[in-house]
């Protein structure tokens, strides 16, 4: 019989608190570097926190990944519970995450620990996470788990709108987007997260219509795809997310719906006033 499986992942998922202690997932924080604060992003600073500080600071937060010794830690106490460990995390091609992870797996070359890259973030990585861990409560092996959630990975999408593309432009996370600085004076931007970076998808003249566009491209997107499961997600901007839920519940049924903060870390890297879309769409697993 195979061992059963534990989930780890990265606090830039953001999961729902009640996913977390209820699935008894692992979740290793990124650090939020501010003066000389090292902060844990969701265990030393919050979501809330960090936008109210950020408002009121003369000086910029930067941030690190998990370090390698941090999983070694997850992982050792996991193995020592006799369990098989699947890592589901943020892109490579904005975080050092997954290497860490990597590097910490490379610690026990004898110990069955499959780590995966979702190419995506928040809760672009948050749906199929979801997925691996109805397979491993339904006794999935270790390998079937990791079918699951990559199979779940190419079905996601992850939409955004930023009200300065100046936090992205210096954490050097914007992708082909930076062709779009200096030219953004009069209009919002609207992103994509396209092959795990963020890429520019159009601009557009106001806030109203940003978050228009991003509804309508999303619909788009989706199409007739089913199931939907689907999140909105902001940054400190939740009246605005609500309001985009409910615009895309008019317009798609929605299996799940969720609307949550990006974490401190990512905060960092987009700013106040972000609005992201991210769903999963035409893949789903149910235990038999």
Same mark, same amino acid.
């Given at each position: 019989m195979a061992n059963?499986? !534990?989930?780890?992942?990265?606090?830039?998922?953001?999961?729902?608190?009640?996913?977390?202690?209820?699935?008894?997932?692992?979740?290793?924080?990124?650090? &939020?570097?501010?003066? @000389?604060? /090292?902060?844990?992003?969701?265990?030393?600073?919050? !979501?809330? !926190?960090?936008?109210?500080?950020? *408002?009121? @600071?003369?000086?910029?937060? #930067?941030?690190?990944?998990?370090?390698?010794?941090?999983?070694?830690?997850?992982?050792?106490?996991?193995?020592?519970?006799?369990?098989?460990?699947?890592?589901?995390?943020?892109?490579?091609?904005?975080?050092g995450t997954f290497a860490s992870a990597e590097q910490a797996k490379a610690l026990f070359p004898e110990a069955k620990i499959e780590n995966v890259d979702s190419l995506s973030a928040s809760m672009g990585e948050g749906w199929p996470l979801l997925m691996a861990v109805r397979a491993a409560q339904a006794g999935k092996s270790l390998e079937e788990c990791r079918t699951i959630v990559e199979a779940a990975c190419k079905h996601t999408g992850v939409l955004l709108t930023v009200d300065t593309l100046e936090f992205l432009h210096r954490g050097g996370r914007i992708g082909g987007a930076s062709r779009l600085i200096g030219t953004m004076l009069n209009f919002k931007p609207v992103l994509q997260l396209l092959d795990g970076r963020i890429e520019p998808y159009e601009r557009v003249r106001t806030r109203k219509k940003s978050l228009t566009r991003l509804?309508?491209? +999303? &619909? /788009?997107?989706?199409?007739?795809?089913?199931?939907?499961?689907?999140?909105?997600?902001? *940054?400190?901007?939740?009246?605005? +997310?609500?309001?985009?839920?409910?615009?895309? +519940? /008019?317009?798609?049924?929605?299996?799940?719906?969720? #609307?949550?903060?990006? @974490?401190?870390?990512?905060?960092?890297?987009?700013?106040?006033?972000?609005?992201?879309? !991210?769903?999963? +769409?035409?893949?789903?697993?149910?235990?038999?």
């Open positions: 059963p499986v !534990a989930i780890v992942t990265d606090s830039t998922a953001y999961l729902p608190k009640d996913w977390v202690e209820k699935y008894n997932i692992e979740v290793a924080p990124s650090v &939020v570097i501010w003066d @000389s604060d /090292e902060l844990r992003d969701g265990v030393d600073i919050t !979501a809330e !926190a960090f936008f109210k500080r950020l *408002a009121e @600071s003369p000086s910029m937060p #930067t941030t690190s990944q998990p370090t390698p010794a941090y999983f070694k830690s997850i992982y050792e106490k996991l193995l020592a519970e006799g369990k098989d460990i699947l890592g589901i995390h943020i892109s490579h091609k904005l975080s509804v309508e491209l +999303a &619909v /788009e997107a989706i199409g007739d795809k089913r199931p939907v499961y689907m999140a909105t997600i902001h *940054a400190n901007a939740l009246e605005d +997310a609500e309001m985009v839920m409910e615009m895309i +519940a /008019e317009k798609l049924p929605l299996t799940s719906k969720i #609307t949550t903060s990006v @974490s401190a870390a990512v905060g960092t890297h987009t700013g106040p006033g972000t609005i992201g879309i !991210a769903w999963m +769409a035409g893949y789903d697993y149910k235990p038999e």
